[in-house]
């Protein structure tokens, strides 16, 4: 159909393919660009849209920063292990709902489509409490567990899809062979879910990566135990006109979605969306 | 025709209610099993979620500022922190505000993302791949990054809009303080909060585009349908289900969206980008009256539920329509 | 297989954040080899590097017992963070905070009383700009720390090109007139942000008015009166002298760092601000000179803010004793002799005000000091400081709003937001 179509008429369309590349990549484009300018290119009254000297002054700044490495670590640490959590739980819940019968099921799915509207930022207050009474401040722990949950409805939600788009029947054949059903759907059903746990936790990642306001409020004294994001609003205050560090800082905190979502872009696009879909 | 429709509109999270199609559910079984396994989740959301929840609600019936924070022993009130807060005239404005400003980015979104699909689909092998990366990139983008970068693409000096604004001969935009008027820190907030949701819309709507079979295409062209006819009969109807998903995640998404809004103008100019969420938040942590944020948090919920009681509604609908 | 790799890596990085976890835990108690740590936050910029590490290395040379942990918050959501910290069970044990925000955490029953310990501190001269409000409903809960107020800092050889002489500038018109002379040529007559809203409170303070007023227990802001429109008026006329950014306050970008790069005649800024300019441009090292900001009158120097932080004890914290040690040293004479010629802050006792005598930008804020002010004391105000619509009318006004109605708007902003607190 796209074939026979007239050159002609695929002018407007591939515009607008570039005005869409440009429209969402000029952002990166422009923060990617900043950090690496010097400092007098940034301030000036002609911006110039490709740096004519590049310099490594502001990573270096940025890196410099007093606990850049440890906070990078610290939110790698919670990051992956409220995932990892969410995915593990998520399964289970998933493969129930999905596979089993049982009664109260559509009142159990239909509680975590209304999890998904949870208002986090009006349980900062009675979650502090809450941690406050059984001691769990100032621990990382804690954030994982809050950004756990936050992310483990959509995770239920979209995991669930996946599973029914793999006929059962697989599994049966392979039980027949003398697989328990656990062990069947290890061996058989595990493999051809992995793009999708992988598209998900994509979801769960960006989520927690950037999570703030919990991070700021539940870590008081500990400050080896901030995150990035914290870090990165009090760069921008200690740096604040700093663009150039700023834009470095930020290029920083961004790289390893970036990267990863680079590199699962096949997943993102097709494995997980089209698991939403098709169901 | 209807195969394909009732199989795209009876399974995934779109109907997270809709039993598994016959055939592919397995008989009945009775048993621990399934509760053992939901049993984390369960305990987890019971825990995180509804624990804290009646907290809040609690704190909503109490009279709650810093003293009883740090001291304990808050007085029960009732429901006179509702009364307070659903007769003062600026938390209306807010909700006002908040409509008008999901509305907008709800809006916004689902067109261009629906146009962005659309196109995708029409484009070559090449075209494809770059317009999804960009896609995939802009998504990507840590959300607190991101608004730091427009802060930066709007800044009243040195940003490049104003530089370029200028250039094409729009004078009064030299040293244009976007974030200092009202109507223009809002239109910033909306074009960045667009800018970050239409890549998954987008990818999500042009998955599903590539659902609709490609026969069904064919016969309606040999019919002589014209493209906006095709779109209508055939396309949107096959999309609408994941249309609506997309629609009701996106209504969720703006109405509580505070981060965006947090970093970059904490609510001001004034009031000007206060939504419920950063009315809450202000009102509980700037002015240490937690129990009008936790009510009026609260409000934000039943308030956003009815919202989504549309789509609720469509989703038992279509399970009654299975059975 | 792959899931048994998920479950290992998961397992693996749920302990390593446990241990990790645990580990930072022991290591506030373990260290301190017997003796006491206490945990210490000041703030930002507050003091210099230098003096803070002078500081705690004589402080525990004074004190072996006691290990000093120094933490620097960033002035932001201050607030917020001081609240968590005087919520949670384990709170550091001293707090730096601005003196404008004691009075909300005594209200809240957060903080040590410390009544007790005024008279072995010497509390009878301390200034009444920080002790005052580091009281509540008599008791005192802030011990006065530093002290500072803004001054006009200016460049010696730039006046001096344009035949102006400094200390002639004695009256407002005088200002405007020799600011006037200076804005020619690539030269800004004067750098000032359109929010830096101290500078306007003193301006308010010198026609009479003020930003908020309370009758019968209840606050009402006060922008929309004549005084205060008069006030914001000749801060407009000032601001055009010079290229400030209308939309921002002196922090960003730091003016400090305007003054050194730029061709800057003058900013307004405690005389601290001048290390922070030859620190940015060694080349002014002796190019800049204080004067006090000009009054209405010759006889009157203008009115300003008094600034400064209070250190104070948070209830639960661990370890009041060695708290309130820490506290008599860093307030008490000798440490206080040379917190002032380094970070050129006003003392935090009248009788010392002789150390700083010889340093001229002292001097020239111990003029303004006479006429210092405070915002209004009590619980409220620290509300108006988070949400600041002192500062959006500002902008409103300089980028062309009517002040009268833009100082309505922001009044109304200001009452609701002192009396929405409990």
Known sequence: MTVTRPRIRRIPLNAAAAVTVLVCLFPVYWMISTAFKPSRDIQSDRPRLIPYTWTLDHFRKAVEADGFGLFWRNSILVTLSAVLLALLVALAAAFAVARLQWRGRSQFMLMVFVAQMAPWESLIIPIYIISRDTDMLDRLPTLTLVYFMITLPFTIVVLRGFIATIPPELEEAAQVDGCTRAGAFRHVAFPLLAPGLMATSLFGYITAWNEFAYANFLIIKQQDNRTLPVWLSSFQNTFGTDWGATMAASTLFALPALVIFLLLQRHVTSGFAAGAVKG | ?323 | MKFRVLAAVSALVMTTGLSACSSSGDSDGGSGGGGTTIDVWLMRDSVSAEFQAEFVKGFEAAHPDIEVKVQIQEWDGIGQKVTAALASNDAPDVIETGNTQVAQFAESGGLLDLSDRVEEMGGEDWLKGLAEPGAYEGKQYGIPYYAANRVVIYRTDLFEQAGIDAKAVKTRDQWIEATEKLDKGGNQGIYLPGQMWYALGGFIWDEGGDFATESGGTWKGALDTPEAVRGMEFYARLQALGKGPKDSDEAEPPQAEVMATGKVAQVISSPGGAKAVIENNPALKDKLGFFPIPGKTADTPGAVFTGGSDLVVPTVAGNHEAAVTFIKELTGDEWQKKLAVAMSYVPNKTTLAGAVAADPGASAMAVGAANGHATPNTPGWAAVEAENPIKDYMTAVLTGGDPRREGAKASEEITRAMNSGS
């Open chain 2, 1 to 323: 025709m209807r195969g394909v429709k009732e199989r795209a509109a009876s399974t995934g999270p779109l109907t997270p209610l809709a039993p598994l199609p016959p055939g592919r559910a397995r008989p009945a079984r009775r048993g621990l099993w399934p509760y053992v396994l939901i049993a984390p989740a369960v305990a987890g959301m019971v825990y995180l979620l509804v624990y804290p929840l009646l907290r809040a609600v609690l704190i909503s019936l109490q009279d709650f500022g810093l003293r009883q924070l740090i001291m304990g022993e808050a007085e029960f009130v009732g429901l006179r922190n509702y009364e307070t807060l659903l007769g003062d005239p600026r938390f209306w404005e807010v909700v006002r505000r908040t409509f008008v400003f999901m509305v907008l980015c709800v809006v916004l979104i689902l067109v261009i993302s629906t146009l962005v699909a659309v196109m995708v689909e029409r484009l070559g092998r090449f075209g494809r791949t770059a317009v999804l990366s960009a896609l995939v990139l802009a998504w990507a983008m840590p959300v607190v990054a991101a608004t730091t970068v427009f802060q930066w693409l709007f800044h009243s000096e040195f940003g490049i809009v104003n530089w370029l604004l200028t250039g094409i001969g729009f004078e009064s935009f030299d040293r244009y303080p976007w974030f200092a008027n009202g109507p223009a820190a809002f239109a910033i907030l909306v074009t960045l909060i667009v800018w970050q949701s239409v890549p998954f819309a987008a990818v999500t709507l042009y998955s599903a585009l590539t659902t609709v079979p490609a026969e069904l295409y064919e016969s309606a062209r040999l019919d002589g349908a014209t493209d906006r006819k095709i779109f209508t009969a055939i396309t949107f109807p096959m999309i609408r289900p994941i249309f609506m998903l997309v629609l009701s995640l996106e209504v969720i998404w703006t109405f509580k969206a505070f981060v965006q809004i947090w970093v970059m103008t904490r609510g001001g100019p004034g009031d000007a980008t206060t939504i419920l969420p950063v009315y809450a938040v202000q009102t509980a942590l700037s002015s240490q009256r937690y129990d009008l944020g936790s009510a009026a948090s609260m409000v934000t919920v039943v308030l956003m539920s009815g919202v989504l009681v549309l789509y609720f509604r469509q989703m038992f609908k279509q399970e009654d329509e299975l059975k």
